[in-house]
Nanobody, 121 residues
Framework: QVQLVESGGGLVHPGGSLRLSCAAS????????MGWYRQAPGKQRELVAT???????NYADSVKGRFTISRDNAKNTVYLQMNSLKPEDTAVYYC???????????????WGQGTQVTVSS
């Protein structure tokens, strides 16, 4: 059984910062790509940022220069540092990880439960 648990969401003023964390736990052999996605009310889920096991990163154009994704492979944890937040960043943020299970060798993409980020004055 594999679980992704997110933390760090909340309410912040425009221009403020938040740091999201997502820790994977359970019967994990290895973790490949990890990433963050978000879904605003009435909109489809969209990619925010991804990071490979070798720490190559990819960002949505809307967050480039403001958000930074990083990971700690020893802890199976991915982070999203969000700076200069804007009201349009308001959404539920979900982490995603490609994980190979320890005993079966099966590889799946797992999702966290989501954490709310609200940017408002």
């Amino acid at each position: 059984q594999v679980q992704l648990v997110e933390s760090g969401g909340g309410l912040v003023h425009p221009g403020g910062s938040l740091r999201l964390s997502c820790a994977a736990s359970g019967s994990i052999f290895s973790t490949s790509a990890m990433g963050w996605y978000r879904q605003a009310p009435g909109k489809q889920r969209e990619l925010v940022a991804t990071i490979t096991s070798g720490s190559s990163t990819n960002y949505a154009d809307s967050v480039k220069g403001r958000f930074t994704i990083s990971r700690d492979n020893a802890k199976n944890t991915v982070y999203l540092q969000m700076n200069s937040l804007k009201p349009e960043d308001t959404a539920v943020y979900y982490c995603n990880a490609e994980i190979t299970a320890r005993w079966t060798g099966a590889r799946y993409a797992y999702w966290g439960q989501g954490t709310q980020v609200t940017v408002s004055s």
